[in-house]
């Protein structure tokens, strides 16, 4: 299985797969709840050929193949998260996140 691993400018490393579309369509980002990993996206890929809909599932910091991170969290995760949505080439999506 190859993963897909993005190297933030910082060195972090962030986890994610792509379920569905691979090309640009509408996309969903998927935040998994604790514990969890990006594999709860899974739920969805019976219904994203028919909406032409594609999920990008993210690690969070810590948790399946990307990085950890101590302070300031949600602050370096999200300009982490900015940066691989802009080496994706995303520049709008929706987002649902699951606890």
Known sequence: MV???FTSP???K???EIY???KQTRTLVFMHGFP???VQAEFFTSHLSK???RVISVDRPGYGYSDSVYRRREEIFLKDLEFLFQ???ITQFYL???S
């Open 10 to 12: 910082s060195g972090r």
């Open 87 to 89: 080496d994706l080439k």
């Open 36 to 38: 969890g990993s990006h």
């Open 96 to 98: 649902i996140g699951v």
């Open 20 to 22: 569905g579309a691979r």
């Open 14 to 16: 962030i986890h994610y």
């Open 3 to 5: 993963r897909n691993i």
């Open 51 to 53: 909406y032409n809909i």
